[in-house]
């Protein structure tokens, strides 16, 4: 079946814009994950949704990120007043469930570059 | 707080010669790891979980809480396993939600 998927693969945008970065799950997995991968630096924990449940945004870096989940399927990851520092490659990943053992299946990744 | 070292970021052995990527993790709970694994223009995907003391394309990986280390080892390392590999631990968050820590990865280079 289809896998995670991501849009755009690829975003260049100047410093001060907003920019949204799309997440397709697979279907039926309740759980979603949003990670940031930078260079060096390994991938870093941003936001957590669990079917209808509250997200687990402890991983957000500033009040600039946001994400939502419409329907238990689609996440939007939203970076406002992007800056320099927010250029990363953008991974989100999807799980059967939110339980520890789950494997956690990873899109290809959204790559942003903030001129 | 957990943390997970990978104290190499490359590492390059010979084909046929046997690889060992170290993995050490600090979590006061009871850990559950995995190894990814990223092939060139590829997606990250799981390699092994230690839950299942399973091997994958040769790979072993056996935790030791005493050492508080998850090494990852094959013994003939192929062409076909240059890849960046990473370990994450599994543990809950102070929201209750499970998340995945990961080291910093290492890139493993198998010379013909």
């Known amino acids: 079946g289809a896998g995670v998927s991501q849009s755009p693969s690829n975003k260049v945008t100047e410093k001060g814009k907003d920019v949204e970065l799309r997440c397709d799950p697979i279907?039926?997995?309740?759980?979603l994950y949003w990670y940031r991968q930078s260079l060096g630096q390994g991938l870093e924990f941003l936001i957590y949704?669990?079917?209808?449940?509250?997200p687990d945004k402890s991983g957000l870096p500033s009040d600039r990120f946001s994400a939502e989940r419409t329907g238990g399927s689609v996440s939007t990851l939203t970076i406002q007043r992007t800056q320099q520092e927010d250029s990363a490659v953008y991974l989100c990943?999807?799980?059967?469930w939110g339980g520890g053992a789950y494997e956690q299946y990873f899109g290809p990744g959204t790559r942003l570059t903030v001129t | 707080a957990q943390r997970v070292t990978q104290p190499e970021k490359l590492l390059s052995v010979f084909k046929g010669a046997p690889v060992e990527l170290k993995c050490n993790y600090s979590?006061?709970?009871?850990?559950?790891l995995f190894w990814y694994v990223q092939y060139s223009r590829q997606r990250l995907q799981l390699l092994l979980r230690?839950?299942s003391r399973e091997s994958i394309k040769g790979f072993t990986a056996d935790l030791n809480k005493g050492e508080t280390s998850f090494h990852l080892k094959k013994p003939f390392a192929q062409e076909e396993d240059s890849a960046m590999y990473y370990c994450a631990l599994s543990h809950r968050s102070g929201a209750g939600s499970y998340q995945l820590t990961f080291g910093k990865g290492t890139k493993l280079s198998v010379i013909p």
């Open positions: 979590y006061s709970g009871s850990p559950e």
């Open positions: 949704f669990q079917g209808n449940s509250a």
């Open positions: 230690h839950i």
């Open positions: 990943a999807s799980s059967p």
């Open positions: 279907s039926g997995h309740t759980a």
